[in-house]
């Protein structure tokens, strides 16, 4: 029955909106037939795991072989039931072992006659003990074919302990930093642009200057170049002494970096890349020697540590460490040298673009006793692609670089530079070593200016001046630190690129702007009667530094300056070239207007509707360009499949959607760490994606240029007031991919357009009515509504330091969760609240968003839970802290989600979501197969495990060493040796190409773990 049921759904599939599977289900196993299921988690990669209800096991199936239960097989009797041998704590022998030749007979096929003794309600399990086989007359079985299993060997605690490598590479930076200092000549009270290259946290990282990065991009592509003519059996460094200078592969771009080896491995060593700061494990075809024109340079980055701030209990949290690896990446920093330590750099930060003082982290962390003031920072602009506004030009260096300022603000920072040369005329304030944002007297004007300093030499200090973009050289006597008072205005220049990739006329320039250019521009806008308009299309950066791509206006005849330039024939539109690429990162996708004007009427297709009145559409002249993007994202996608290694941009991303298609989205972290969620730039819906699902768009691809093709826009006669829920399913029921007339009203600042939306046939204005629908707010649930979302934390962890505990919710060795012994007191505590819940307020609308931490009815668990919801779109996930596994209902469910007690808050969560440690799976697909998913899940269930934290790798996980009954999981791999030989006979002379590269690496991680002896 089941198969004829499935069979006819799967023609039916490509028709229909995926079903709401429920918890049981029709499966299609491994041998092509069907069976009934239990569906556990969430899908992970396209992929569920199901219980076999009537069989007793586990398999992960694809989601395309899962289907609904058909009614009439729930009330069928479930066939199989868990069963322990009642024997196993009989003390004689004998019977032991007949017991076991019994079981592994029916194992091979046999039936058993079985007499049930007994039901443990806690396990679930039926105490069973074996009457017989057939007719009693048992073979010795031949042994069962084990499992697929991991590599074990025995591993001392002083190999299990990080210090030993940690002394040496304590050394190894030591000697670095000597030979850095030299070609740097950087000192104590140094000033200089750099930027941070790694982050472990705010009390080590590590920072390459401006002054030699052009000179390290040069030697990694001299790098490269050398590297891409070596074989892969060619130049490898062999028995390699700790200290040897060496060039190694690092996994995630698949390039070669200098390196010195830390520590030696059976398979491979432990490199750290010098000019980086990294520590990596790499096998040892990957390590080759470095050639002299490489080893006579300086490393160029070196260890830093940020002043006086240290973490609260002496470990940095996820949390910090990661905030502080968002506020100082990717980005020019002014780097202040406070101290200078045997192995690090004692340094102060200030951000140069957003000027946000990095020790904004301090607001989790102790500062020191000494009272200091706080550096003063500087608030930034929110400027964003669509933005459209009256701006004035400050600064012109070329079309390629100018700063421009808001008009509207133009007033206000007239106010604040009279309060400027009143104050600073007749006050005196020491601006103190730490401080980088200032007030400078410029030399030209005999002015003080809101400025920043870049750096400082020999009593002499270059500084922006923050309000008008361009940098002065001033005597460092013509500085003073900033009053507070004056910080309240944003910093009011912003640097900006004209619009469309133009470049000199004049090739004897070598690509600068020659002199004649940049007065032409200067002439068009400093000449101009009327005011300009700057509209953002996109962002990029450049060298480090921020850029907005700009069209300026002219606002009395709405002329392009672009264009005006063009018709000078002065630059010239190219394609943008590959040295263009390499120095342009784009950090968001082009927007366009597409010429749209107040009075414009436009035939358009609605693709999303955000709010009753708020929806995105598409233009129906746009329809062939649409049509066009599509097919690249086609042919994008099916190369990025096949090519993993291309240099990509983070946040610019191709997801899958529920259709199967790929569309480009930009992509942020959320709550779930298997999950993004993607914002469909072309469409303007927002969804949660498997990482699996979502791939990061090459520096070098069209789709990057091509403009985003959802429309914003609000609907001009549509209240804005609060509205019942069946507001907005009236409107996708009404427009939504409907062809319809809209009527242009205006153009907001932010891209977006004001319009009237009509019907193309009736000419009837599309809008809900707001008199029937506006919602009554309740006192009582507006109070509840403007608290605090609900949160629960983690108990403090100690690094390194051995926690006895067990596990739970095991799926692989990259998604487990272990629960501590300190913490069943808790766990106890917490069950007896639930059984004596009393009655709760249900959870506000306003705080269904992740990270809101509840009480949840499970179903798996039958009872009150505690979860914190990791998203809540059309599905709400959540997780079960104590537990810790997932489970997702539908939205509209989440009504019977419950606030936390009072009493329960304050009670830590008692799983931690782990990774363990050094390994990866084999298979090229980047997946664990089913026989290591279980063997791994064998290896933890019912052990006393030992537990070493090692390293916080998100606000949600933690990497983890474990003892199993005093055995290390982390030596293993699920390579034979053989298995490992016959892969290295199948390429003669391979060259170094970059899958082949990926499996050593794969196969180093996995099975060389066991420590050479030095």
């Not at 693709?607 to 994008?636: A, G």
Request: hydrophobic fraction near 35%; glycine fraction near 4%; charged fraction near 25%.
């Amino acid at each position: 029955m089941l198969a004829t049921v499935n069979e006819s759904r799967i023609k039916e599939r490509n028709q229909k909106t995926p079903e709401n599977l429920g918890l049981l289900c029709s499966v299609k196993g491994k041998d092509g037939k069907w069976y009934r299921g239990y569906v556990q988690f969430l899908p992970v990669n396209s992929q569920l795991r199901v219980l076999f209800i009537d069989y007793g096991f586990f398999e992960s199936v694809n989601v395309e072989n899962v289907y609904g239960l058909p009614p009439d097989l729930f009330s069928t009797t479930i066939m199989a039931f868990p069963c322990s041998l009642s024997s196993l704590s009989d003390e004689d022998e004998a019977v032991k072992t007949q017991q076991l030749n019994f079981l592994k007979a029916g194992l091979l096929g046999r039936v058993l006659d079985v007499e049930i003794r007994g039901f443990d309600k806690e396990q679930h399990l039926y105490s069973i003990t074996v009457i017989g086989v057939e007719d009693n007359n048992v073979k010795e079985p031949e042994p069962i074919q084990e499992l697929p299993s991991m590599i074990i060997e025995s591993v001392s605690k002083e190999d299990l302990s990080p210090q030993c490598g940690y002394l040496y590479n304590e050394t190894i930076m030591g000697k670095a930093m000597c030979k850095t200092l030299e070609a740097e000549g950087i000192h104590v009270n140094s000033v200089f642009v750099g930027f941070v290259v790694h982050v472990q946290n705010p009390s080590h990282f590590w920072i390459r200057t401006e002054k030699r990065n052009d000179e390290f991009e040069e030697m990694t592509m001299k790098m490269a170049d050398t590297f891409s003519q070596i074989k892969l059996d060619e130049d490898v460094l062999l028995k390699p002494a700790l200290g040897t200078l060496c060039c190694a592969v690092y996994e995630e771009d698949m390039h070669f970096y200098r390196g010195v080896v830390t520590d030696t491995y059976k398979h491979g060593s432990e490199v750290l890349f010098i000019d980086f700061g990294n520590i990596e494990k790499v096998p040892h075809k990957l390590i080759k020697k470095m050639p002299e024109t490489f080893a006579n340079k300086s490393a160029y980055a070196f260890c830093c540590t940020l002043v006086n701030v240290f973490p609260l209990d002496e470990i940095w949290t996820c949390i910090t460490s990661d905030f502080f690896r968002q506020a100082v990446s990717n980005k020019p920093l002014l780097v202040h040298v406070v101290q200078m330590r045997k192995n690090k750099f004692v340094v102060d930060l200030h951000d140069m673009e957003k000027q946000l003082h990095c020790e904004k982290v301090g607001k989790t962390c102790k500062i020191e006793t000494e009272k200091v003031q706080a550096p003063a920072s500087f608030k930034a602009l929110n400027i964003k692609p669509g933005c459209n506004l009256a701006v004035i030009c400050s600064y012109i260096k070329s079309p390629s670089e100018f700063w421009c300022q808001p008009l509207d603000k133009h007033l206000a920072l007239k106010e604040l530079m009279d309060e400027l040369q009143q104050y600073y005329s007749t006050h005196s304030v020491p601006l103190n070593s730490r401080g980088s944002c200032c007030i400078a007297k410029s030399p030209q004007d005999g002015r003080w200016y809101r400025a920043f300093v870049i750096e400082i030499q020999k009593s002499h200090a270059r500084v922006m001046l923050v309000d008008y973009g361009f940098t002065i050289q001033i005597k460092e006597q013509n500085l003073e630190a900033i009053m507070p008072e004056y910080l309240y205005l944003e910093a009011q220049a912003f640097r900006c690129s004209l619009n469309n990739p133009i470049k000199p006329a004049d090739p004897e320039n070598s690509g600068d702007w020659s002199p004649a250019v940049c007065k032409e521009l200067k002439d068009l806008v400093f000449n101009s009667t009327s005011a300009l308009r700057c509209e953002v299309t996109q962002l990029y950066v450049k060298f480090q530094g921020l850029y907005n791509v700009v069209e300026l206006y002219d606002t009395q005849t709405q002329q392009s300056l672009t264009n005006l330039l063009f018709k000078q024939s002065v630059p010239r539109e190219e394609p943008i070239s590959a040295m263009q690429l390499s120095t342009m990162i784009p950090e968001s996708f082009v927007y366009s207007s597409h010429d749209l004007r107040p009075g414009n009427e436009e035939q358009v297709y609605i693709t999303h509707v955000s709010s009753q009145c708020e929806i995105y559409c598409h233009l129906e002249r746009n329809t062939e360009m649409i049509e066009e993007l599509e097919n690249k994202i086609s042919d994008e996608s099916e190369k990025l499949m096949q090519d993993s290694t291309t240099a990509v941009v983070r946040k610019l991303s191709l997801a899958k959607y529920f259709d199967g298609k790929w569309y480009r989205g930009l992509a942020h972290p959320v709550q779930s760490p298997l999950h993004l969620g993607v914002f469909f730039v072309d469409y303007g819906n927002t969804n949660i994606s498997e990482k699996t699902h979502v791939m990061c768009i090459p520096r070098d691809s069209d789709l990057l240029y091509t403009p985003m093709q959802a429309v914003k826009c609000h609907l001009a006669s549509v209240s804005k007031e609060k509205l019942c829920s069946d507001v907005r399913e009236w409107l996708d029921g009404a427009i939504l991919n409907k062809q319809l007339r809209v009527v242009v009203i205006g153009k907001r600042e932010d891209g977006s357009f004001d319009v009237e939306l009509f019907d193309g046939d009736q000419n009837e204005e599309m809008v809900p009515s707001t008199a029937e629908t506006r919602i009554e707010e309740v006192e009582g649930e507006f109070n509840l509504c403007t608290s605090p979302p609900q949160q629960l934390f983690f108990a403090p962890i100690d690094i390194d330091k051995a926690y006895s505990g067990f596990a739970a919710a095991v799926t692989t060795p990259c998604e487990f969760c272990i629960v501590l012994e300190d913490l069943l007191l808790v766990m106890n505590k917490v069950s007896l609240i639930l059984d004596d819940l009393p009655e709760q307020m249900s959870l506000p609308v306003a705080h269904l968003v992740p990270g809101t931490c509840c009480l949840f009815k499970s179903h798996t668990k039958n009872k009150w839970c505690r979860a914190e919801i990791a998203d809540a779109d059309t599905t709400a996930v959540l997780n079960l802290v104590d537990y810790g596994h997932y489970e997702g209902i539908p939205y509209e469910d989440c009504s019977k989600l419950k606030r936390l007690p009072e009493e329960m808050r304050n009670l830590p969560k008692v799983t931690y979501p782990c990774i363990l440690r050094g390994v990866k799976p084999v298979g090229a697909d980047g997946q664990w197969t089913d026989g290591a998913a279980v063997f791994f899940q064998q290896s933890l269930y019912q052990k006393n495990l030992q537990i070493f934290f090692r390293e916080c790798v998100s606000n949600t996980h933690w990497k983890v060493d474990i003892l199993a009954e005093g055995i290390s999981l982390n030596v293993f791999s699920f390579f034979s040796t053989k298995a490992y030989l016959q892969y290295l006979k199948t390429p003669s002379t391979v060259n170094l190409t970059n899958d082949f590269l990926q499996q050593e690496i794969i196969y180093f991680q996995q099975s060389c773990c066991q420590k050479r002896k030095s």
